[in-house]
């Protein structure tokens, strides 16, 4: 058996998984610091990266373990180089070129969008290009052109011009007294209510791109006038009436494309409103919404492979070069 072994550290997850180069996922553990980071209301970044350290191996055994593979099994190593965090990527990229280089491994650079993206292409999905994919996730916003597997084959039709619509999410969540990060619980929440009661506009601005900072003011103010022995009995018509509008707003573009066959990827396109909305859509199936590293042992497959010691020079990067 030969398999990639899948490494993901770009933000509060670590990850690790085994995927044949079929794409067929024999194993994929995340390991979230959610807990670690709720105090502090989102995620402190070298919190994450020491705690990436203490995990990183446990989660690489258990991703083996969990595939009844060990490293003789692993060809490939593919590992997140960016964008993110960069203490915590390089966490992740430290220990990938470690284990390539000692067992004199191939291993693979992602872009982790491109893991997004690649979230389509493991079994029994498969997805094959060409699609226009909706990527949202709480560092991203992006509606793509996929027009092939490789990431070169990815051009971008729309962003956001200031807040991720998981950011949107996990900001409103704050607004409304609900744990970090808040995307999931608000999707709970909002099952409740009433997403007419209230009217929260989204910005318009002109192509495919999209703008959230304005709503999550307009929310804060609905919460602000209210007396505060009736928050509680509107929470769940305002986060039902909040997610409306960012699930307006990401719908509104995709159709504007015009696109006939459309995918949705990221945290973001775990939410039960998003999905409703998008009837035809390819969803990435829910455990592959959310940052994982099987979505980015699939992109590997679709990636230039470094041999050794090439890889040794390999650096991480924060942002989208
Ligand atoms: O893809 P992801 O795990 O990490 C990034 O690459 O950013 O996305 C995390 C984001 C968070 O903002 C989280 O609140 C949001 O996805 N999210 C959701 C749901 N599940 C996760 N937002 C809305 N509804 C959900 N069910
Ligand atoms: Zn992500």
């Not at 965090?85 to 004199?104: D, E, Q, T």
Request: charged share 20%; aromatic share 4%; proline share 5%.
């Amino acid at each position: 058996m030969a398999v990639i072994l899948g490494i993901e550290t770009s933000c509060d997850e670590t990850a690790a998984a085994v995927v044949t180069h079929e794409g067929e996922i024999r194993s994929s553990i995340v390991s979230s610091q959610a807990a670690l980071h709720a105090k502090y209301g989102g995620v402190v970044p070298e919190v994450a990266s020491r705690r990436h350290l203490e995990l990183v191996t446990p989660v690489i055994r258990e991703a083996l373990a969990g595939a009844s593979a060990t490293l003789d099994d692993v060809d490939t190593v593919a590992v997140t180089a960016g964008p993110g965090l960069i203490g915590a990527l390089l966490v992740g990229v430290s220990a990938a070129k470690a284990l390539a280089w000692a067992r004199r491994l191939r291993l693979v650079s992602v872009d982790h969008l491109h893991g997004h993206v690649a979230s389509l292409y493991l079994r029994p999905i498969d997805l094959e290009p060409p699609f226009t994919c909706l990527l949202a996730s709480g560092g991203h916003t992006l509606l793509l052109d996929v027009r092939d597997r490789a990431w070169e084959g990815v051009s971008v039709l729309g962003t956001t011009l200031d807040d991720a619509a998981g950011e949107a999410f996990d900001k409103g969540a704050r607004l409304l007294g609900l744990p970090y990060p808040g995307g999931s619980a608000l999707d709970r929440l909002a099952r409740d209510g009433d997403p007419e009661a209230y009217s929260f506009p989204v910005a318009r601005v002109p192509g495919l791109d999209f703008s959230f900072s304005g709503l999550k003011t307009s929310l804060l103010y609905a919460v602000r006038d209210l007396p505060p022995t009736e928050l509680d009995a509107r929470r769940a018509d305002l986060a039902a009436s909040y997610e409306r509008a960012i699930v307006r707003a990401l719908v509104d573009r995709v159709e504007a494309t015009g696109a006939g066959r459309v995918a949705i990827v990221g945290g973001v396109a775990a939410n039960s409103e998003l999905r409703a909305s998008l009837p035809d859509a390819v969803a990435a199936p829910l455990q592959l919404c959310t940052d994982n590293a099987a979505m980015i042992a699939s992109a590997a497959r679709y990636a230039q492979a470094l041999d050794s010691p090439a890889y040794l020079t390999l650096d991480a990067y924060a942002s989208a070069a």
